[in-house]
């Protein structure tokens, strides 16, 4: 579920980014207000490519070692599977 939202997130912040190109801008079939300036526009669509890679990539750290040592005092004498 995690990476769905990632890739919403993801393809939401490329929207936004894609938007404030010129000519697309003339070409959508709604008008942006002008209150709202082009620079929160692209700051809000990094912010969902950050959101996105977090969701995508969160939980892909380093898996822990199927196979645990068997000690005898200090020494180990075997491995053992998890």
Avoid: C, D
Wanted: proline share 6%; net charge positive; glycine share 10%.
């Amino acid at each position: 579920m995690k990476k769905i939202l990632g890739y919403v997130f993801l393809l939401l912040g490329l929207a936004l980014i894609v938007i404030n190109i010129e000519i697309i801008k003339t070409k959508l079939p709604f008008v942006i207000p002008e209150t709202i300036k082009p620079l929160y526009i692209t700051i809000a669509g990094m912010v969902f490519l950050a959101l996105g890679a977090f969701f995508l990539f969160q939980g892909r750290g380093a898996k822990q070692s199927p196979e645990v040592p068997i000690y005898r005092g200090k020494e180990i004498v075997g491995y053992r599977r998890r």
